[in-house]
């Protein structure tokens, strides 16, 4: 199961960070072996897909309004997917899931269907 947190309201320029925690004995589930993704939903909006990172080298990647301002990581030894995001801005305000797919090379942000398993959302709220 993948289990994020970390959410909450800030304030337009602040900092948060979620963790993404990931449990189970069966692969892919183990996030040292598994592509890890964030994504969010804003209210009336469609899923889109915000940082990923590959489990062969962990090379990420960035949705582009998001790139320079959050950083996704992972510590394996401690099976969590991490999301540090800075200078937040109410357009960031969302939902926010980790998502874990197989596979050594991350998939696109833009292909969320890809992503087999997901945990329940952590809300964000940017207020300006």
């Known amino acids: 199961q993948l289990q994020a947190s970390g959410g909450g309201l800030v304030q337009a320029g602040d900092s948060l960070g979620l963790s993404c925690a990931v449990s189970?004995?069966?692969?892919?589930?183990?996030?040292?072996?598994?592509?890890m993704g964030w994504f969010r939903q804003a209210p009336g909006k469609e899923r889109e897909g915000v940082a990923s990172?590959?489990?062969?080298?962990?090379?990420?990647s960035y949705e582009r309004s998001v790139k320079g301002r959050f950083t996704i990581s992972r510590d394996n030894a401690k099976n969590t997917v991490y999301l540090q995001m800075s200078d937040l801005t109410p357009e960031d305000t969302a939902i926010y899931y980790c998502?874990?797919?197989?596979?050594?090379?991350?998939?696109?942000?833009?292909?969320?269907?890809?992503?087999?398993?997901w945990g329940q959302g952590t809300l964000v709220t940017v207020s300006s």
């Open positions: 998502a874990a797919a197989p596979g050594l090379v991350a998939p696109p942000l833009t292909l969320p269907s890809v992503y087999n398993t």
């Open positions: 189970g004995r069966t692969k892919p589930l183990d996030a040292p072996s598994s592509c």
């Open positions: 990172s590959s489990a062969s080298d962990g090379s990420t």
